[in-house]
């Protein structure tokens, strides 16, 4: 069978993180056809560069497809159908207005148009506009990757946990609801029993990956005796590890170089003043960056969390125990971490 047609190696995919987190049903070349898609757009990650529209895109199929067997464009025909008809599930918190901080599901039509000319070797589309916050406007929260690594994935699955794993890349590990990610890998009527998602879904994930920068361990956590969580930990070096674990830092992972100075995900600015009073996010990003956290991780969850809700965890959790008992914590920032993840996880459900 013949192999896709190579993509160049600076083609990078760059894509809002509430889009890497919602849930969408796609098969393995209608992943690659919007993946393509993406790589074209030029996306506004500071407030000066970037598109601002969305432009018609002709995607190769033999950069989608190794074989499509000897009915071409009844099968292309027929995939443009049915593709046309998806749509992403995001869900996120609401910005402003009064019913700001609550949760907000909605559901996009991915496409505003796709056609294929028969004989032409291209699958031509466009965009729908409201797809543009996720993935033309994305100052501050979204994750960059290598498109051709991605098209050579051939278990949607595995594609969509690299994705999952490559937005946290620099806190080494990732803790994910187990139903919540069922239902973002549209398997939630599949494998009830935990032996079977480990097997047919994480394991595969893990072969698929352990040559890649998300090469990955993962463990299940549980509530009384019921898997509820997974834990995912990225793979470094040990003895890093190791050491990672008996010290203050966390440990952070280097993927390999991209050519983009912004190597991944959550360029966020940095506010170096002191906050004042009535200010939320100034107060709420210097407690966490004085109990450890890096830069990219408190961007990360002020795209996630409240101001307030971020600072009332932090005090909970750390900031209310005595000095005693803050001389007991190893390591305050991985218990921050813990503690804004799982408020992460409950608003997710």
Not at 40 to 66: A, W, Y
Not at 189 to 208: G, H, I, M, N
């Amino acid at each position: 069978m013949d192999k896709l047609q190579k993509v160049s190696d600076n083609r990078m995919v760059v894509i809002h993180n509430y889009l890497i987190n919602g849930k969408f049903d796609l098969s393995t070349l209608e992943i690659r056809t919007f993946l393509y898609m993406a790589s074209e757009i030029k996306p506004r990650t500071t407030s000066s560069d970037g598109d601002l529209e969305f432009n018609t895109v002709h995607v190769p199929v033999s950069c989608i497809t190794d074989s499509v067997g000897g009915k071409t464009y009844n099968i292309l025909r027929k995939f443009n159908e049915q593709l046309a008809t998806k749509t992403f599930k995001v869900k996120e918190l609401v910005q402003s207005g009064v019913s700001k901080g609550k949760r907000k599901d909605t559901n996009i039509p991915i496409f505003a148009k796709l056609s294929y000319i028969e004989g032409s070797g291209y699958i031509e589309g466009k965009f729908n506009d409201e797809l543009k916050p996720y993935l033309l406007n994305l100052i501050g929260n979204f994750t960059k990757t290598e498109l051709k690594f991605l098209l050579e994935l051939k278990n949607t699955n595995s594609l969509r946990i690299y994705l999952l794993l490559k937005e946290q890349l620099d806190f080494g590990e990732r803790t994910i609801d187990y139903e919540a990610l069922k239902e973002m890998l549209s398997l939630s009527d599949k494998y009830p029993e935990w032996y079977e998602f480990s097997r047919k879904v994480l394991k595969v994930a893990q072969e698929d990956l352990a040559g890649s920068d998300m090469a990955f361990e993962f463990e299940p956590l549980k509530t009384k005796r019921v898997v509820d969580r997974i834990k995912f930990t990225l793979n470094g070096d040990k003895k890093e590890l190791q050491e990672t674990k008996r010290g203050n830092k966390r440990k952070t992972i280097t993927a390999s170089p991209l050519p983009y100075q912004e190597n991944n995900l959550f360029n966020q600015p940095v506010i170096t003043s002191t906050p004042v009073n009535g200010d939320l996010t100034g107060n709420a990003r210097n407690v966490m960056l004085k109990n450890g956290l890096s830069e990219k991780q408190v961007g990360f969850y002020l795209s996630k969390l409240e101001p307030k809700e971020i600072t009332k965890t932090v005090y909970n959790v750390y900031g209310k125990l005595t000095t005693e008992e803050k001389a007991k914590v190893n390591n305050p920032a991985a218990q921050i971490y813990e503690a804004l993840n799982k408020r992460i996880e409950l608003l997710s459900k």
